[in-house]
T-cell receptor
Framework: SQQGEEDPQALSIQEGENATMNCSYK?????LQWYRQNSGRGLVHLIL?????REKHSGRLRVTLDTSKKSSSLLITASRAADTASYFC??????????????FGQGTTLQVKP | DGGITQSPKYLFRKEGQNVTLSCEQN?????MYWYRQDPGQGLRLIYY???????QKGDIAEGYSVSREKKESFPLTVTSAQKNPTAFYLC?????????????FGPGTRLTVL
């Protein structure tokens, strides 16, 4: 089942601009994670935000979480051509117990033009 | 791609044949997962295993089988019963402990049914 829906599906920006992508989900969560996938490769974990947190930073990444709206956003500042990839949100729900199961969104494809 | 290897990178299969995808990790992780990714889509969970000799069905287990005889290995067999097996298959693992929820992914295997 797909819990997360991401918006936009595709985003094209110039190098140096900021990129914002959004994720909405349907049920309550323990935490929400963002992953990056370069074309034809595996996913790489970027950042995790817990349900009791509202904002988190990691380098050029800023993640916000609004549990009342069941949504999260990922902001990449000062983008670089190397940031070109697909970005996925993934949620861990209370129903998953200790299994570590994640539910992934459909992803946003980001293209950063040099 | 961390300490998770998947082989082969590309796999071609004739209809009606079973095929086994390899996933090995040297991270000493207990939990391992298999996902399927279709073009432009997010990841869907096929099977997961939290401990050796135990595994559970995910959301789309029909037509697939797994085994977990060793902690390091979690092979996935795509059987002839899987009606649409052409996809990108990703294996992941997770460190032990309740609070750590990040998953580490292998580089993936692209399966094409001819």
């Amino acid at each position: 089942s797909q819990q997360g829906e991401e918006d936009p599906q595709a985003l094209s920006i110039q190098e140096g601009e900021n990129a914002t992508m959004n994720c909405s989900y349907k049920t309550s969560i323990n935490n929400l994670q963002w992953y990056r996938q370069n074309s034809g490769r595996g996913l790489v974990h970027l950042i995790l935000i817990r349900s009791n947190e509202r904002e988190k930073h990691s380098g050029r990444l800023r993640v916000t979480l609004d549990t009342s709206k069941k949504s999260s956003s990922l902001l990449i500042t000062a983008s670089r051509a190397a940031d070109t990839a697909s970005y996925f949100c993934a949620t861990s729900t209370p129903g998953s117990g200790n299994t570590g199961k994640l539910i992934f969104g459909q992803g946003t494809t980001l293209q950063v033009k040099p | 791609d961390g300490g998770i290897t998947q082989s082969p990178k590309y796999l071609f299969r004739k209809e009606g044949q079973n095929v086994t995808l390899s996933c090995e990790q040297n991270l000493n992780h207990d939990a391992m997962y298999w996902y399927r990714q279709d073009p432009g889509q997010g990841l869907r969970l096929i099977y997961y295993s939290q401990i050796v000799n135990d595994f559970q069905k995910g959301d789309i287990a029909e037509g697939y089988s797994v085994s977990r005889e060793k902690k390091e290995s979690f092979p996935l067999t795509v059987t002839s019963a899987q009606k649409n097996p052409t996809a990108f298959y990703l294996c992941a693992s997770r460190p032990p402990g309740r609070t750590y929820n990040e998953q580490f992914f292998g580089p993936g295997t692209r399966l094409t049914v001819l």
